[in-house]
């Protein structure tokens, strides 16, 4: 691939993820410097980020069959759908990881419920599962902020996955992948905290 072709694919994965309010607003601070700053691997699918460093490296790789269905809640019809899509998505994941306040005291609070869950055995989210990372703390930072990643992509996709922690009928499909069941009023106070979260981080 040529650094022409590079650099046109970076642009596609930018304005992608750029696809609403919420997303655009978080990309903003980004967008000039993500074209020197944002760093395609084609050898790889793994993506990170320095953290005393602007450097976001994105592996450009489809996801392995079984690190995908820890990335991607299947069952909503608004879940990143191709590879566009997907690298557009673990970008907005990468720019999360980067300039969320972890100090904010609603995000200490939903750190706190994911702890709660991973120190049990369980997770509100897979995604803390990929890194080959034991500590449920640490687990834990990785599931807040691929909630809120959610809802930054689209606020029903982060609806949809709230109903299948909260619907019985899908109790035991939560069970088989070690996933909490909450009721509807914690999904409630999920949602708000997640609200709480990026209106701040937006807001600055």
Known sequence: MSNEQLDYAKDDIVQNARRNNISRILVRPYQEELNDNLILDANTW??????????????TKRLPEGVY???VFELSTHRPKDQLDMLSY?????????TLDKDNIYFEQLHSVATSARKEGYSIVKL???DNQTEPRLQAYEDVIELI???????????????F???ENYSKSRESLKLISL???DAEIIKQLIGKITTEQITG
């Not at 673990?90 to 980067?98: A, C, N």
Request: charged letters at 20%.
């Open 46 to 59: 793994i993506c990170h980020h320095e953290p005393q460093s602007p450097n976001i490296y994105l592996g």
């Open 69 to 71: 269905h820890n990335v």
């Open 90 to 98: 673990r970008l907005l994941h990468e720019i999360l990881h980067k």
């Open 128 to 130: 803390g599962d990929i």
């Open 149 to 163: 990643c959610m809802f930054a992509w689209n606020s029903d996709y982060l609806e949809d996955y709230m109903t």
């Open 165 to 167: 922690l909260t619907e």
């Open 183 to 185: 009721s509807k009023d």
